[in-house]
């Protein structure tokens, strides 16, 4: 993993545990970018020619990385256009699963179009507490976060796939902004019927560029309503009326979605497993010595499964002190929020909890 340290040069300077706020640019993508605004300076229209060639290796490569077809890789600037699209095309007389205190963007485009809606509670039983939800308000569809943004708490996948088979009839709709690029997936394998992430983060593609991925039989479910009438005023007419063209109206953005590309490569070459097993690693040891030391929420303490995202106690005092110590983080909920990826190390926990004594 050292190598790979340095592609990000400000791992030189400062200890980053901020992924779950922002991604780090590698310098890989940052040569892509360069060399991109180059020819586009010197083709203008000719170098746009390549576009679709470009697009179709991206969605290859998020495909393969997740499991899924790349004819059913939507492309989007980000999860929160992509997901508010996708809710659009949803029969508003359906029943909607939430979680309370999910992401905003998650919670806000179901409620702001006025569905019936039910929670449930993200705590130790978090997935006791969802399959409660679902026996008792029955409902049609259910959209949540992979992984919580306050805490790291990660539902775990072998329970989606157990849900899916005991309630076939019950669409999934996950945001994994804070999942996708921490461990191997299979979208084609898991329960989840439609899965949605900005790259920002975990994948470190940089802003502007996400993706949607879709099961087969979600063309026949979902159609949003604004789209279908840009294509029948003849406004927008995105892969000759394509389902997944539904989701990229107007030009997608060759240096977003060729940064999305480049990114994907570099976690290819640092390999998705060694990436989830470091970042396993670092998230069993940063619990147990966040623990020990009391810093943890109960719930999370008591869970087996969590992610490499901490909500740790803490005030301003503290954030400023670690950030004049060099260490970024970010403040979230009642507490301060770190977050390990693949380049991070143990010293980098150790130096955390130095700073907090």
């Avoid at 179009?113 to 679902?134: D, K, P, Q, S």
């Avoid at 989606?160 to 461990?183: I, N, S, V």
């Avoid at 099961?215 to 000759?240: R, S, V």
Wanted: charge should be negative.
């Amino acid at each position: 993993m050292k190598n790979f340290k340095k592609q990000f040069p400000l791992l030189e300077q400062y200890i980053y545990l901020d992924t779950a706020a922002s991604g780090l640019l590698p310098e890989v993508v940052l040569e892509f970018r360069q060399d991109h605004d180059l020819d586009f300076l010197i083709g203008g229209s000719l170098f746009r020619e390549k576009r679709d060639s470009l697009f179709l290796k991206t969605r290859k490569a998020v495909g393969e990385l997740l499991g899924c077809a790349p004819n059913r890789v939507a492309l989007t600037p980000n999860f929160s256009y992509g997901f508010n699209l996708l809710m659009e095309g949803i029969d508003r007389k359906k029943k909607v699963l939430l979680l309370h205190n999910d992401y905003p963007s998650v919670n806000w485009a179901v409620k702001s179009r006025g569905f019936e809606v039910c929670y449930a509670e993200i705590n130790e039983h978090l997935e006791e507490n969802i399959a409660e939800a679902v026996e008792k308000e029955k409902p049609h569809l259910f959209a949540f976060s992979l992984v919580q943004y306050i805490n790291g708490i990660k539902i775990d996948p072998d329970f989606l796939l157990k849900l899916k088979r005991e309630h076939p009839q019950l669409l999934l709709f996950a945001d994994g902004t804070q999942y996708c690029g921490t461990e191997e997936f299979d979208f084609e394998a898991s329960g989840i019927d439609v899965l949605g992430a900005s790259a920002y983060k975990w994948l470190n593609a940089g802003y502007g560029n996400g993706f949607f991925l879709f099961k087969e039989h979600m063309k026949d479910i979902i159609a949003p309503k604004e789209l279908e009438l840009m294509e029948l005023q003849g406004k927008n007419k995105p892969h000759k009326g394509s389902f997944i063209g539904k989701f990229e109206p107007g030009h997608l953005d060759t240096l977003n979605f060729g940064s999305l590309k480049v990114a994907i490569d570099l976690i290819n070459q640092v390999g998705m497993k060694e990436i989830e097993a470091r970042i396993e690693e670092l998230s069993l040891q940063a619990k147990e010595k966040l623990a020990e030391k009391g810093l943890l929420e109960p719930s999370v303490v008591r869970r087996k499964l969590h992610s490499s995202i901490f909500n740790i106690k803490g005030d301003e005092q503290l954030f400023q002190k670690l950030r004049s110590n060099k260490i970024i983080c970010s403040m979230r909920g009642d507490g301060l929020r770190v977050s390990f990826n693949y380049f991070n190390s143990e010293a980098d926990i150790d130096h955390l909890l130095k700073n907090i004594n």
